[in-house]
């Protein structure tokens, strides 16, 4: 049974950090194209990095805040979130796309690509 499973999300004021965790079962993350999405009520889910192997991706707003990073000991991918902001306030996901490995199109792996999600944690940074 595969699953994919968040954790990490919390307050915390602006300025602050948060380690987001994707832990996957039933499969090998560092055999995937693994990536953080997040969403904001009314908004469209929206791309924030991704990760295979050792190619990091991430998108503007992440940038130079945010790094994505595997443990293959423990399946679990994680998002480290430094100098958070307000608008970073979201429900963040964690994917999984089996048939994406490198990525060498432009931007991030688009949503359309990932097969497995799991539920979400969430981020609110005030």
């Known amino acids: 049974h595969v699953q994919l499973v968040e954790s990490g999300g919390g307050p915390v004021q602006a300025g602050g950090s948060l380690r987001l965790s994707c832990t996957g079962s039933?499969?090998?993350?560092?055999?995937?194209?693994v990536a953080w999405f997040r969403q904001t009520p009314g908004y469209e889910r929206e791309g924030v990095a991704g990760?295979?192997?050792?190619?990091?991706y991430y998108s503007d707003s992440a940038k130079g805040r945010f790094t994505i990073s595997i443990d293959r000991a423990v399946n679990t991918v994680y998002l480290q979130m430094n100098n958070l902001k307000p608008e970073d306030t979201a429900m963040y996901y964690c994917?999984?796309?089996?048939?994406?490995?490198?990525?060498?199109?432009?931007?991030?792996?688009?949503?359309?690509?990932?097969?497995?999600w799991g539920q979400g944690t969430q981020v609110t940074v005030s």
């Open positions: 039933g499969f090998t993350l560092s055999a995937n194209h």
């Open positions: 990760i295979f192997g050792t190619e990091t």
């Open positions: 994917a999984a796309a089996r048939r994406i490995g490198r990525w060498i199109g432009s931007g991030l792996v688009p949503e359309k690509h990932f097969d497995d």
